[in-house]
């Protein structure tokens, strides 16, 4: 019997689920191969619990040798050619057959795509920023912290609110007299969740002094003057930094004759499949229109749940049945604001006309509710 392999290239949250859910549904004698660059993962949506102090990076990464007792072979390297007609993957000089591959590689943020952001301020977008961040708030004499989202499009659109938020409660507690302000080139916050969350976002930033600057689209940084400089010419300074830089997706990923001219990846909404046979995409990764002339939001919810379809609809098609798990765009996500609340919103991307989502009341419940998520995450899948 010819040896069937099934490929997951890259291994964060879409990566994982997938190979893990194609483990369990698929015989054994199918190859389930994990390619990463990274031997450790971190749960990201945990990282601004590092800028907190919340956590330390060792409660928030894991390794990756539990997929490996799973029976899921781990290749660690750097992916660097696909071809999509020969259905083999270059990792580190070494070519990987496929008849199926999930490429879920995500879009990395690159703080040298916006000029002056690497020297002037702190991507709060890894772990070592989020540290960084966290000790920079607490040795702030005063003045004026800016967080700015400084390109469209970038993961997590709830991540830069809750940095504003989580910022603000460092500086109340240190009893520091400094001004949180957030700079979006967005007409309001989360504008993929609509208007009327974004304006109730809003509202819940300015009962917290926080300032919201939106239509903001940034240029460069002014590392030297410590100032943002936006497209016209105006200027805002700052005396720290907290940026979510632009995101670019991997070199592999441009090249590979998949994606768009943005970079991402066009997949079919409903069953993730790219042009290419036997190929899909999931995640960060790809593009996905929705109403209204957007796409759908960059997000783990979504990375997961289309993790969980791919794998079912590849198990289907190894056994020779008729594929039918589609995704259908629903998703949720917390947004954290700080002294032990958050808020949660929740609904359906895939709505037509425009998504139905809704905000539910800041409470500690869904501060605990997003503690929850984040252990059963690291217990279950990682
Ligand atoms: C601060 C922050 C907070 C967030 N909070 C939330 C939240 O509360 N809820 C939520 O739903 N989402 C949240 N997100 C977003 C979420 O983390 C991403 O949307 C999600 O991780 C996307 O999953 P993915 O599998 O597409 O990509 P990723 O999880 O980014 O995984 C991509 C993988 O590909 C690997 N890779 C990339 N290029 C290569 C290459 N050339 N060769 C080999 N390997 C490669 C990377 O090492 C990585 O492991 C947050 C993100 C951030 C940064």
Same mark, same amino acid.
């Given at each position: 019997?010819?040896?069937?392999?099934?490929?997951? %290239?890259?291994?964060?949250?879409? !990566?994982?689920?997938? #190979?893990?859910?194609?483990?369990r549904?698929?015989?054994?004698?199918?190859?389930?191969?994990?390619?990463?660059?990274?031997?450790?993962?971190?749960?990201?949506?945990?990282?601004?619990?590092?800028?907190?102090?919340?956590?330390?990076?060792?409660?928030?990464?894991?390794?990756?040798?539990? $997929?490996?007792?799973?029976?899921? /072979? *781990?290749?660690?390297? /750097?992916?660097?050619?696909?071809?999509?007609?020969?259905?083999?993957?270059?990792?580190?000089?070494?070519?990987?057959?496929?008849?199926? $591959?999930?490429?879920? *590689?995500?879009?990395?943020?690159?703080?040298?795509?916006?000029?002056?952001?690497?020297?002037?301020?702190?991507?709060?977008y890894?772990?070592?920023?989020? &540290?960084?961040?966290?000790?920079?708030?607490?040795e702030?004499?005063?003045?004026?912290?800016?967080?700015?989202?400084?390109? %469209?499009?970038?993961?997590?659109?709830?991540?830069?609110n809750?940095?504003?938020?989580?910022?603000?409660? &460092?500086?109340?507690?240190?009893?520091?007299?400094?001004?949180?302000?957030?700079?979006?080139?967005?007409?309001?916050?989360?504008p993929?969740?609509?208007?009327a969350?974004?304006?109730?976002?809003?509202?819940?930033?300015?009962?917290?002094?926080?300032?919201?600057?939106?239509?903001?689209?940034?240029?460069?940084?002014? #590392?030297?003057?410590?100032?943002?400089v936006?497209?016209?010419?105006?200027?805002?300074?700052?005396? $720290?930094?907290?940026?979510?830089?632009?995101?670019?997706?991997?070199?592999?990923?441009r090249?590979?004759?998949?994606?768009?001219?943005?970079?991402? &990846?066009?997949?079919?909404?409903?069953?993730?499949?790219?042009?290419?046979?036997?190929? =899909?995409?999931?995640?960060?990764?790809?593009?996905?229109?929705?109403?209204?002339?957007?796409?759908?939001?960059k997000?783990?919810?979504?990375?997961?749940? /289309?993790?969980?379809?791919?794998?079912?609809? &590849?198990a289907?098609? *190894? #056994?020779?049945?008729?594929?039918?798990?589609?995704?259908?765009?629903?998703g949720?996500?917390?947004?954290?604001? +700080?002294? +032990?609340?958050?808020?949660?919103?929740? !609904?359906?991307?895939?709505?037509e006309?425009?998504?139905?989502?809704?905000?539910?009341?800041?409470?500690?419940?869904?501060?605990?509710?997003k503690? #929850?998520? /984040?252990? =059963?995450?690291?217990?279950?899948?990682?």
């Amino acid at each position: 019997m010819t040896e069937r392999n099934v490929v997951v %290239l890259g291994g964060g949250i879409g !990566g994982i689920v997938a #190979a893990r859910t194609l483990r369990r549904r698929v015989p054994r004698d199918v190859r389930i191969t994990l390619v990463d660059r990274e031997d450790t993962y971190t749960f990201a949506p945990s990282l601004l619990w590092l800028m907190s102090g919340e956590r330390q990076p060792r409660q928030i990464s894991r390794g990756r040798e539990r $997929l490996a007792r799973k029976g899921i /072979e *781990l290749v660690r390297g /750097e992916a660097q050619g696909l071809d999509t007609e020969r259905r083999t993957l270059r990792v580190d000089g070494r070519d990987l057959a496929f008849d199926h $591959l999930v490429v879920a *590689l995500g879009v990395q943020p690159d703080p040298r795509l916006m000029p002056g952001l690497a020297e002037g301020g702190i991507d709060i977008y890894t772990v070592e920023g989020a &540290i960084q961040a966290g000790r920079a708030l607490r040795e702030l004499g005063g003045g004026r912290v800016a967080v700015a989202i400084t390109k %469209l499009p970038y993961k997590c659109p709830a991540a830069p609110n809750e940095a504003a938020f989580l910022a603000e409660t &460092i500086l109340r507690h240190g009893g520091k007299r400094a001004k949180v302000a957030l700079y979006t080139p967005e007409p309001f916050p989360m504008p993929t969740a609509g208007e009327a969350l974004g304006k109730a976002l809003a509202g819940m930033l300015e009962q917290r002094g926080i300032e919201l600057h939106t239509g903001r689209v940034l240029d460069e940084v002014d #590392a030297g003057r410590k100032e943002l400089v936006f497209q016209g010419g105006d200027r805002a300074g700052y005396d $720290l930094l907290l940026a979510i830089p632009p995101h670019r997706t991997a070199e592999i990923v441009r090249t590979s004759g998949l994606s768009n001219e943005a970079g991402f &990846i066009p997949v079919d909404r409903a069953t993730l499949a790219t042009e290419a046979g036997g190929v =899909y995409a999931i995640g960060d990764v790809t593009q996905i229109p929705i109403a209204g002339g957007k796409f759908l939001p960059k997000a783990g919810v979504f990375a997961k749940a /289309e993790a969980e379809v791919v794998a079912t609809r &590849i198990a289907d098609e *190894l #056994a020779g049945r008729e594929p039918r798990a589609t995704f259908n765009g629903n998703g949720s996500c917390f947004v954290d604001m +700080g002294d +032990g609340v958050a808020a949660f919103a929740t !609904g359906d991307f895939y709505a037509e006309g425009a998504p139905k989502v809704s905000l539910r009341t800041p409470s500690r419940r869904w501060h605990l509710a997003k503690v #929850a998520f /984040e252990k =059963y995450w690291l217990a279950r899948w990682a």
